[in-house]
């Protein structure tokens, strides 16, 4: 019989799924059986998103997981937002659809030379987006994420030397914004790194009373067009509130679901990307799908650990980021 770690490194259960069966109900019968829940994160697919408990951002959904008496938890999302989940919830077991949904920007900061660029900035504080590893995260000072990380930085004395890590956009953006001089690690999310100035300048010259909002990940170059830049959550928020009836969307496509759902007498048109497609999916997120669902919640694997001696470290500047949070009021 395999082992856990063959199993994980399989990546997803392979098996043939009777095309009778009716996942949405097989999938809650299965919730109940096993007393568990599912976190969707927004770019996700409808499917996945409509059968979720909780939908949202990566830190929000690990911290509604630990808030519940599940003992389950299926994270569809990419490995780095199960790793947070089982940070926080050391106790649960945490599953993935996927185990190969991985995620370019994590992948763009392997922490053995993250912790070598470290030391050569011994005085500095090291904070470090939410979108990033377990072990990266237990070499932080303080985790943020693209919502609070304007004001995480703020927080900090102004004499305060910073390191920010991994996203060089996200970190430019705030540099720009707080106006301080920040060392950044030269890391990328890749799906917010190909959107086409010059296709959405012709788009927005075909729907010239469209909002254009674009999420920080951004490239400068994309967030100088802009009309609002925020997070996932932000973003959202914004299309609910502003009066527009058009919106271009420059952050991963699967954001678009919950829009239409909130806005039904709105129009969402994803920003086009410098490539053949016509919009902007992670080709990560996409490997979770309704069946590898299915099929982990019913086999109890792919399975998401980290390591004691990680999760103790990682939990620090996850701890440090909510104290100030809960300082600001945010």
Same mark, same amino acid.
């Given at each position: ?7 994980? +490194? ?27 829940? @599912?976190?969707a994160h927004y770019y996700q697919d409808p499917d996945i998103q409509d059968i979720a408990d909780y939908i949202g951002d990566s ?27 089982? @940070? ?14 991985? &995620?370019?920007?994590?992948?763009? &900061? ?12 011994? =005085? ?64 990328? &999310? ?40 925020g997070s996932t959550t932000g973003l959202l928020k914004y299309s609910m509130e502003n009066d527009a009836q058009e919106f271009i ?31 902007? =999916?992670?080709?990560?997120?996409? +490997? ?35 104290e100030i949070s809960a300082k600001m009021g945010l």
């Amino acid at each position: 019989m395999d082992t856990l770690e063959e199993l994980n +490194r399989k990546g997803f259960v392979d098996e043939k799924i009777d095309p009778t069966l009716d996942l949405f109900e097989e999938i809650e019968r299965l919730k109940k059986e096993k007393n568990a829940i @599912i976190l969707a994160h927004y770019y996700q697919d409808p499917d996945i998103q409509d059968i979720a408990d909780y939908i949202g951002d990566s830190l929000g959904l690990s911290q509604e997981a630990a808030k519940t008496e599940a003992d389950v938890i299926v994270f569809a999302g990419v490995h780095f937002m199960a790793e947070t989940a089982k @940070i926080l919830s050391p106790e649960k077991k945490v599953l993935l659809p996927d185990f190969k949904a991985g &995620c370019s920007l994590a992948d763009s &900061c392997p922490p053995h030379l993250f912790r070598k660029f470290k030391e050569k900035y011994p =005085d500095h504080v090291v904070i470090t987006y939410v979108n990033c590893t377990a072990e990266l995260k237990a070499l932080s000072d303080i985790v943020c994420t693209s919502t609070n990380a304007v004001q995480i930085v703020e927080s900090l004395p102004k004499e305060q030397k910073i390191i920010f890590g991994p996203d060089k956009n996200l970190g430019a953006w705030v540099a720009k914004k707080t106006g301080r001089d920040l060392v950044l690690w030269n890391g990328a &999310c890749m799906v917010h790194e190909i959107f086409s100035r010059e296709k959405i300048t012709k788009l927005r010259e075909r729907h010239p009373k469209a909002k254009f909002i674009a999420h920080p990940e951004c490239e400068e170059s994309v967030l100088q067009m802009a009309d609002y830049i925020g997070s996932t959550t932000g973003l959202l928020k914004y299309s609910m509130e502003n009066d527009a009836q058009e919106f271009i969307v420059a952050t991963e496509s699967g954001i678009i679901h919950q829009m239409e759902k909130a806005n039904p007498d709105k129009t969402f048109i994803p920003a086009p990307p410098n490539n053949n497609c016509a919009c902007n =999916d992670c080709p990560y997120m996409k +490997r979770n799908t309704l069946e590898k669902l299915y099929l982990c919640l019913k086999n109890g694997y792919p399975e998401v650990t980290v390591p004691e001696d990680i999760i103790i470290e990682a939990r620090k500047p996850i701890a440090r980021m909510l104290e100030i949070s809960a300082k600001m009021g945010l």
